[in-house]
């Protein structure tokens, strides 16, 4: 994932085994890790690990993780432990709904949701052989899309709306 670090782009990438971020120059030189050491020894579950602090406002910053609140201090630096919620560092390539459908469509989450599966009179199935999860009506927050699926939807969403005559 391509990120802004103090000014310089870098790209960001997760080790599972080590549950540690690592960042890379534009050269492909290792510029940082993102150490999670001070809590190692505390168990974290899946998708999750501690972070040192400063890079936590980085992380939520470019949504790739979410602060959970727990605080631990080892040396100087606090630690935080954090659930990564980026797609591309888990959850098989899949990404909240909610924000493509506000980048992309220029719809709120609960608009933009109803051209999914044409479940909502006046709608269409939009969404038709494309990968969705958590197509749960009553929570439309917690839908996600599948990254490769991201154009195609778009696509479609585009044509309905200039086949109608409509400006989206």
């Known amino acids: 994932m391509e990120i802004v670090w103090e000014g310089r782009p870098m790209t960001l990438h997760y080790s599972e085994d080590d ?33 040192d602090s400063r890079f936590v406002g980085l992380l939520v910053q470019h949504e790739v993780v979410v602060e959970t609140g727990h605080v631990c201090e080892y040396g100087q630096t606090a630690g935080h432990l954090v659930r990564i919620i980026h797609p591309e560092f888990h959850d098989g390539g899949y990404s909240r709904f909610g924000n493509f459908s506000r980048q992309r469509l220029g719809q709120q989450c609960q608009y933009g949701s109803r051209y999914i599966d044409g479940k909502i009179e006046g709608y269409p199935d939009l969404g038709r052989g494309l990968r969705f999860q958590n197509m749960d009506r009553s929570d439309y927050h917690s839908i996600r899309i599948h990254r490769d699926d991201m154009d195609e939807f778009e696509r479609r969403y585009r044509a309905y709306h200039a086949a109608r005559g409509d400006q989206n």
């Open 19 to 51: 549950r540690a971020f690592v960042m890379y120059d534009e050269d492909g030189e290792l510029y940082e890790r993102l150490d999670p050491r001070g809590c190692s020894d505390k168990p974290a579950e899946h998708n999750m690990c501690w972070l």
